[in-house]
């Protein structure tokens, strides 16, 4: 069977949000931060060789890395589902917001962070590319409803952790980006982004504001 090997208050969320818009039969397991640095456990490290959040287990294959999980859910189980099709108006737009999210904004993000938990400042160009980065995330949501287009897509899946549960490790506020919050209230009306939520983070509200 199909399992989320979730890792409380971590980027494996998406993977749990992304089996429940596809309506998948899985299973989740939840695995607690250890208490004494808030990193994973023995038991979630030995998963898999790079020792992090996500990873998936579906028989006898073990997968990280939340992009080549995504792509292997959809392209094995999606049926054409939450991907825009090569010529379709979207499809451009949605790969490059689906391949933004981690390969810049969320390091970008983390650098800063990084650098702010150890008692530095961040140097300016990572400050520069940050600003940057979330003003072009307000951009693309006052242009279209999702990152992805007009429908929801894996670029949503990518995206959404930077901008909810993510901000958790920051305490970063979102109150000047109206299209960001008018966003995150979209997704939190999502049942499936419920289903995925409770079962992921139970006890814990989501940070949609």
């Known amino acids: 069977m199909l399992t989320v090997h979730h890792l409380r208050i971590s980027q ?19 695995y607690d931060r250890r208490a004494d640095n808030r990193l994973a456990p023995d038991e979630y490290k ?52 689906y391949h933004y999210s981690n390969a810049t904004f969320m390091a970008t993000n983390m650098m800063s962070l990084a650098v702010a938990m150890g008692g530095g400042n961040p140097a300016p160009f990572v400050e520069d590319r940050r600003a940057k980065g979330w003003a072009m995330v307000e951009a693309r949501l006052g242009a279209a409803p999702f990152f992805g287009g007009a429908d929801l897509t894996t670029a949503d899946i990518m995206m959404g952790f930077a901008l909810t549960t993510g901000r958790a490790f920051s305490g970063m506020s979102i109150e000047p980006y109206p299209n960001v919050r008018a966003y995150l209230q979209r997704i939190g009306a999502r049942p499936a982004y419920q289903r995925a939520m409770a079962k992921a983070e139970p006890g814990m509200p989501p940070k949609l504001d």
């Not at 818009?21 to 939840?30: C, F, N, R, T």
């Not at 992090?52 to 094995?76: H, R």
């Open 46 to 97: 030995a998963l898999h060789p790079m020792g992090i959040a996500p990873v998936i287990t579906d028989g006898d294959l073990v997968l990280g890395e939340s992009g080549a999980i995504c792509d292997y859910i959809v392209a094995k189980y999606g049926k054409g589902r939450l991907v825009p099709s090569p010529d379709s108006a979207d499809f451009a737009d949605h790969l490059f917001w």
């Open 12 to 30: 494996s969320e998406r993977i749990v949000w992304l089996c429940e818009e596809l309506g998948l039969d899985y299973a989740v397991k939840l």
